[in-house]
């Protein structure tokens, strides 16, 4: 049984930053791959970064350059650094993994930027 937990959500000015945290049980942390996933009302979910057990990243077009997404395999975390935060990025964050085939996902944090 994994689970993922969120954190950090909330309100946001435009130009603005939030730092999101999730926290994972079970001890194949540090070797599985980590997600951020987000979806905003009547849209669909969409990948918005991801990072490998070795530490590679990658990132929707949308936020690359303006976030950062990173690992502490001590902690069992990983976190995304949302800068640069513009309405458009208003949305409810998940974070997901997969483990032998099965897909994991916290129950969400809700961000939201104002203009």
């Known amino acids: 049984q994994v689970q993922l937990v969120e954190s950090g959500g909330g309100l946001a000015q435009a130009g603005g930053s939030l730092r999101l945290s999730c926290a994972a049980s079970?001890?194949?942390?540090?070797?599985?791959?980590m997600d951020w996933y987000r979806q905003a009302p009547g849209k669909q979910r969409e990948l918005v970064a991801t990072?490998?057990?070795?530490?590679?990243?990658s990132y929707a077009d949308s936020v690359n350059g303006r976030f950062t997404i990173s690992r502490a395999n001590a902690k069992n975390t990983v976190y995304l650094q949302m800068n640069s935060l513009k309405p458009e990025d208003t949305a409810v964050y998940y974070c997901?993994?997969?483990?032998?085939?099965?897909?994991?996902w916290g129950q969400g944090t809700q961000v939201t930027v104002s203009s």
């Open positions: 990072i490998t057990s070795g530490g590679s990243t």
């Open positions: 997901r993994t997969v483990v032998r085939l099965n897909v994991y």
């Open positions: 079970g001890r194949l942390f540090s070797i599985v791959t």
